[in-house]
């Protein structure tokens, strides 16, 4: 990679860097609420990466629907059951370090494999053309509006089951 | 011709933008730190502002002793608050505890620097300074903001749940729960103005509501309010209950809840909160005037040419009343601060007349500042007059008048832009 | 500009991170919100292709598997509010009635 430390670099790894940081701190903070604030520290410095790439609609709908919406129930379900803190039990200890070989051996895998195949997929030039929100709206409700109508009906029937699922028993 | 912030190739461009120059990065923490000032004042002012005119509302006379027409009183205030005991109660989450606060205040500040002032800029040391922090001009304006107010939720529920007590939880969780609900109204009442303009920019939308070429005269007969009169009724309610106010104020009003979610909270923590709720105040007004009530466009016709005067025609008398004021009074600030202020505020009418280009500069904000603070004025006189509304009879109206309202508003605005397009082909 | 690679890699290293999460950590809504962080690396990778390529597929792609997470989400957590108050305990290990 023959690049100089240009400014969209540098706020590129700014933004990793707290991705990085918001994973590893959901895996060792030892009580749930902590590691659903870390995810929401990773969602929204997913949603800056996605600005400086440009998806500013994605980024915005990722704030909005991921931050705004789903963390907010983790959110509500945690404090509603009052989960404590966790408890180190000895299978965890145990999974520990092959989970980590396991993981590690994961990751370095499918990078090397992408960092490989360099060459073909650098960035390409900008489609300075059409705005963000414009095109994606065409292409849900030309190209993919079966799609569409089918997620519509998955979030209902998501509904229905939740409000089913969380009903006290008429007992 | 407004900067394009964040382009659809590539946010790199507003990074590259921001820091290839020296002048544009000092330029705009210049002007954040501005408005920061700007807005934290108007806020301390704001709360004078409320205890007034409620105090007026309920036939008494407000804060009127601590400085001439209790102006002081904010002093005093955060005075008060710098010197107040700030305790941390047992038990509690420290981390989230400190967090929520500083949360709820970070994002209702965010909020303000999406929202532009004025369409032109001041040319000064040959920059071109656009009124709004210009490199957020984004495509996305709307959307942002509303990505903002969805964040808002945690410093709420979290400074409940921080607190390990049980007043506060249950105000937290019911807090939250209400600002969630008014959320979905709140964003689909706007679909309808973003139809109309067919964008999210708000520059475009104040812009879409100018006078046409085709309707030069337009003034006030071109503004959102008209069309989207439904519309504006779902979005100042949801927007009222988002900010906690009243009459949706039952999670944090004393006489409920205990002052709710932010009980434990005292002095410097407490005031956070509170200007964080005051601060998302103004960014609601600054929004509803935006979308629905033309921003900075005059109401007037762009050709009655006297109308330009305004400013001026205002700001004189007060001046003048206002030197003659302090006169009565017989303290030094009374006395001698007061006619000085007056005299500046003649002096700034006056050369509103002198100088045309200033006049034709301070048309925009003018009216924009009048028309925030006119909501404001219906914010504060809301909590004067009307009762709270209890909590399930608040949650029926968001979800189901406000939420179906706002969907039939939607609806009814493409079925009508579909058949003005179909009829205009013809 | 940012060469497309170091995204890709940025998300694999998240996704690693995710499936760590979900064999190390015992709390049930603990793992499930690595699979909120796996969803989420492989949003960043449809994004960084789609601006690659030039073309909007990957980002409407990151639409839909948004709102399939979200239902997704709404229905996990109503099973896992069931499973605490069945068993009264979060603790994965402790749900285990199948077990020979």
């Known amino acids: 990679m023959g690049c100089e430390m240009t400014e ?101 895998f499918v990078a090397a494999t992408i960092a490989r195949s360099g060459a073909s997929v650098q960035a390409a030039a900008e489609t300075g053309a059409l705005s963000s929100t414009r095109g994606i709206s065409e292409m849900i409700f030309k190209d993919f509006v079966y799609p569409f109508e089918l997620t519509s009906f998955l979030v209902l029937v998501a509904i229905l089951g939740a409000t089913v699922l969380a009903q006290r028993e008429k007992s | 011709m407004h900067h394009d912030g964040i382009l659809a190739g590539g946010g790199h461009l507003t990074v590259h933008f921001l820091f290839a120059t020296r002048d544009e990065l000092f330029i705009t923490i210049a002007k954040i730190a501005i408005l920061l000032f700007i807005v934290l004042t108007v806020n301390a002012y704001l709360t004078w502002f409320e205890r007034k005119v409620v105090a007026h509302i309920q036939s008494r006379w407000g804060p009127h002793r601590v400085g001439p027409h209790g102006l002081l009183q ?250 003659l004021d302090g006169f009565r009074y017989e303290t030094v600030l009374g006395r001698v601060v007061l006619p000085a202020v007056g005299t500046v505020v003649t002096a700034l009418g006056l050369g509103f007349i002198v100088f045309p280009h200033a006049n034709a500069f301070i048309q925009a904000p003018f009216w924009f500042l009048s028309k925030v603070l006119l909501f404001l004025f219906v914010y504060v006189w809301m909590r004067g007059t009307l009762p709270r509304f209890r909590y399930d009879q608040l949650m029926a109206l968001g979800w189901k008048l406000l939420l179906p309202l706002s969907i039939v508003n939607v609806a009814l605005t493409s079925f009508l832009i579909l058949a003005k397009m179909q009829w205009g082909a013809k | 500009m940012v060469p497309t690679n170091y995204y890709v890699i940025l998300s694999a290293i998240l996704f690693g991170l995710g499936v760590f999460a979900f064999i190390f950590k015992r709390n049930v809504i603990t793992i499930f919100m690595s699979i909120e962080l796996m969803l989420n690396a492989v949003n960043l990778a449809f994004v960084a292709f789609s601006q690659a390529l030039g073309k909007l597929d990957g980002q409407v792609f990151v639409l839909f598997v948004i709102v399939v997470a979200a239902a997704e989400a709404a229905v996990g957590l109503g099973i896992i509010i069931l499973i605490a108050r069945n068993r009264q305990t979060l603790n994965v290990e402790r749900v285990d009635l199948l077990k020979l």
């Open chain 1, 8 to 108: 969209p670099l540098l706020v590129f790894f700014v933004l990793a860097a707290l991705a990085v940081i918001g994973a590893v701190s959901l895996i060792l903070q030892k009580h749930p609420i902590h590691s659903a604030l870390s995810l929401i520290v990773v969602m929204v410095a997913l949603a800056g990466l996605y600005l400086l790439m440009g998806a500013e609609f994605v980024a915005a709908v990722q704030i909005i629907v991921y931050g705004g919406a789903i963390m907010v129930l983790f959110v509500f379900v945690i404090m509603l059951l009052n989960a404590g803190a966790e408890e180190r039990t000895s299978l965890s200890k145990m999974a520990g370090p092959p989970g980590l070989l396991l993981v590690a051996a994961l990751a370095a």
């Open chain 2, 74 to 323: 904010p002093l005093a205030d955060g005075v008060k608050f710098f010197f107040k005991e700030d305790p941390t109660p047992a038990g509690v989450d420290k981390f989230v505890y400190f967090l929520a606060p500083l949360l709820a205040l970070a994002l209702a500040l965010t909020s303000i620097a999406i929202i532009p002032f004025g369409p032109e800029p001041l040319h000064l040391f040959g920059h071109d300074i656009y009124l709004g922090i210009a490199p957020l001009d984004l495509n996305i304006g709307i959307l942002a903001l509303f990505a903002i107010t969805a964040l808002g939720v945690y410093g709420v529920a979290l400074a409940g749940w921080a607190s390990n007590s049980k007043y506060p939880l249950l105000g937290g969780l019911r807090s939250s729960a209400q600002m969630i609900s008014y959320e979905l109204a709140l964003t689909l009442s706007v679909v309808g103005v973003l139809l109309m303009a067919g964008t999210f920019n708000l520059r475009d939308i104040i812009n879409a509501q100018a006078p046409l070429a085709g309707h030069p005269d337009r003034g006030i007969i071109g503004w959102n309010i008209w069309p989207q009169i439904l519309g504006f009724f779902c979005f100042f309610t949801a927007a009222v209950a988002e900010t906690n106010r009243v009459p949706f104020d039952l999670p944090e009003a004393e006489q409920e809840l205990v002052a709710g979610f932010n009980t434990e909270y005292a002095s410097f923590k407490f005031a956070m909160f509170f200007i964080a709720e005051y601060t998302s105040m103004i960014t609601i007004s600054c929004l509803a005037t935006i979308m629905f009530f033309g921003g900075w466009l005059s109401p007037f016709p762009v050709s009655w040419t006297l109308t330009h005067y305004l400013p001026s025609v205002i700001l004189i008398p007060f001046g003048l009343w206002v030197v």
